[in-house]
């Protein structure tokens, strides 16, 4: 089946969180959005029809996951990347969001550090937070126009209680972001395995979320971080969706995989009572996007490749001020504005008051992320050049 990219369906007055909120969020209702990750495509054909069939039963009671569904994850991540995982290992939660909270709830103390590499998505400093834990900002380092790694600084977290500060108590989870968002990396295995080595040292637990994992641009391979050895495996929570990849984040369903059975039991403990299993249709849709969705995504991915080269001929042609940090994974670009010379709040203001595009301010993600905006490609290509004419026009007018 041929699906068809370019259509603009018009998503207002739908309850959508993207566009139902333009004037809530941004202050004006003429402005262009393009920030939280969905996708402005409608789903594979198989996801639709499954849901159909099974809202046609009539009856929707409290729902757990079968047999079939468990499988479909069990030979999704096999078949994607050869690694053998057993079904028990599968606990499903509706959102990575509310697992990464209930990790953090589940395996440390209040006032122990929790580890994540900013500029990253923002969700993870507040799980952190929230849970009564102290961020610790191993923050990436922009090198050539690619983000990497601080392996020195990563192991430099971890020094004696006593040289530690601003606390003295321990660091006991990292929260590991693999393909990256929002700089776009898809961590390369001896990347992935100088991280699984500090941890093993330091007996820390690993939190990957691999949410995006499915959204590779051409040349890149998402390796799971668990997969690296059986001892890393251990150590390892990993978080993994089809709700990015099948643009079904409203159906809220997500699969956590713990090989350990006592990392598994502590972390269905701390889920008993605040975290339930997804809904009927979010497990239908998750079991139809891994079994049927790949003729959809193979479109997709073809498409999302033509709007990333777009973009960048575009910036580099027309708006020369404005530096793309290109994306190996995602469909999220990280713009680096900061030739604009603007702080983060004038920056704001000049993207949504005199460019009308709504965007993610990169303060939000870290520190490290001022002067930088992040901006959701996956929208038809005639949404994507309006939004780039728009900053073009802008940026022109600044003289």
Known sequence: MKYDFDKVIDRRQTGCAKWDMVESI??????????VADMDFPVAAPITEA??????????????????????????????YGWKIQPEWVVFTPGV??????????FTHPGDHVIAQGPVYYPFWAAIRDNGCTPADNELRLVNGRYEMDFADLRNRFRPREAMMPSPSRVAMMILCSPHNPVGRVWREEELAQVGDIAREKDIIVVSDEIHCELLFRGSKHIPF???????EQISITCMAPSKTFNIPGLQA???????????NAFNAARAGILPQPNTFGLVALEAAYRYGDEWLEQLLDYLQGNL?????YVSRNIPRLKVIKPEGTYL?????????????ELRKFMRQRAKVGLDDGYLFSPGGAGFQRMNIACPRATLREALQRIERAVSDLG
């Not at 009539?58 to 030979?75: C, K, L, Q």
């Open 97 to 106: 969001v509310p697992a990464l909270h209930v990790a953090v709830r589940a």
């Open 51 to 80: 849901i159909r069939r099974r809202a046609e039963h009539e009856i929707y009671g409290y729902t757990v996951p079968g047999a079939s569904v468990i499988e479909s994850v069990v030979e999704r991540v096999w078949q994607k």
């Open 226 to 232: 668990a997969s690296l050895s059986p001892e890393i």
């Open 333 to 345: 670009v990280w713009l680096d504005c900061r030739e604009l010379g603007m702080g983060p709040m």
């Open 26 to 35: 941004f202050g004006d209702k003429d402005v262009l959005p393009m920030w």
């Open 254 to 264: 997500s699969s956590i995989i713990i090989p350990n059975q006592k990392l598994r």
């Open 309 to 313: 080269e777009f973009l960048i001929a």
